[in-house]
């Protein structure tokens, strides 16, 4: 376990399945969060998804609330990298842990695991143009802004432009929970 000011980064158990599906089958929550067409998942297929979530290259967290152990969303680390040093990291939290300085603790708390622990060198994300909220919270992080993907993916009837951030070792500052 890693331990936020806020929160705590956990492994994954089978009992929060029941919290993860319900945000996989929200449109609105799990259409912010995915590159396709968010389709409806089934409790296995869910189940298999989380069975799996911890490989080589990927790592998955619980985010859970550090007094409540109430269960908050999943952050991971995927596409990790040894020889470059280098993975992609994604967030999601239900809607009711949005805005109440989770999604801020976590991202803090799964940096200092990446650069502290997988002595990671840079860390990158995509997030929607649309999505302001989460490019503020990531440039609060310290994230930097580094290209356009012009119309990458077709969401909601149009095609939307995702932006490319990341964000070096050197940068996180020391910044560690």
């Known amino acids: 376990m890693y331990h936020g000011n806020r929160i705590i980064l956990r492994e994954l158990r089978l009992g929060d399945l029941p919290y993860i599906m319900e945000y996989v089958n929200n449109y609105d929550t799990y259409s912010s969060f995915t590159d396709a067409a968010p389709r409806p998942?089934?409790?296995e297929y869910q189940l298999a998804w989380l069975r799996g979530a911890n490989r080589p290259d990927m790592v998955?967290?619980?985010i859970c609330d550090r007094e409540s152990d109430e269960f908050l969303g999943t952050c991971q680390l995927r596409n990790i990298d040894r020889a470059t040093h280098r993975s992609l990291l994604?967030?999601?939290l239900k809607p009711s842990a949005q805005g109440r300085g989770y999604?801020?603790?976590s991202l803090n708390t799964l940096l200092q695991f990446a650069f502290g622990e997988l002595n990671l060198h840079k860390v990158s994300l995509m997030v929607y143009e649309s999505?302001?909220?989460g490019q503020k919270l990531y440039e609060k992080i310290g994230f930097r802004f580094e290209g356009v993907l012009r119309q990458e993916v077709?969401?909601?009837?149009?095609?939307e432009n995702q932006l490319a951030y990341s964000i070096l070792e050197r940068e996180f500052g020391g910044r560690h929970v």
């Open 41 to 43: 998942k089934s409790e």
């Open 60 to 62: 998955t967290f619980a």
């Open 90 to 92: 994604s967030i999601i």
């Open 103 to 105: 999604g801020s603790d």
């Open 131 to 133: 999505n302001i909220g």
């Open 154 to 159: 077709y969401r909601q009837g149009h095609y």
